[in-house]
């Protein structure tokens, strides 16, 4: 008979489904750029465009994908946007997410490096 694992408790499988959202709203390089640059300050969609290397309408696209996510607010002001962190903890999310690409390059790195001879 097959074993079965017990099932996560349903406020646990939604916390996950939650956080989900988010790593789905940041599996883009554009949005991850843009909230870069939105934990220097608040900005506006031109900013953001140039800073992302895309076109307005695609980084207002963008935008509305991390909006929606709950990790950008944004404040109209007269015709313009202003988008800001809607999180404190994004900053240290996206230094986080920095200190573990650079953790897996090392791995990788002495993975490929040949063995150092012994004398």
Excluded: W
Aim: charged residues 20%; proline residues 7%.
């Amino acid at each position: 008979m097959p074993r079965t694992s017990p099932r996560a408790p349903a406020a646990q499988r939604a916390r996950c489904a939650a956080c989900a959202r988010i790593f789905k709203a940041l599996a883009h390089p554009c949005r991850v750029c843009m909230l870069a640059a939105l934990a220097e300050g608040p900005r506006h969609v031109g900013e953001l465009a140039a800073h992302a290397d895309v076109g307005m309408a695609t980084a207002s696209q963008h935008l509305r994908v991390l909006r929606g996510a709950g990790l950008v607010s944004d404040t109209k002001r007269g015709l313009q946007v202003q988008y800001a962190i809607a999180q404190r903890c994004i900053p240290k999310m996206l230094a986080c997410a920095t200190r573990v690409i650079e953790n897996i390059t090392r791995a990788q790195i002495a993975l490929t490096e040949p063995p150092k001879e012994t004398q």
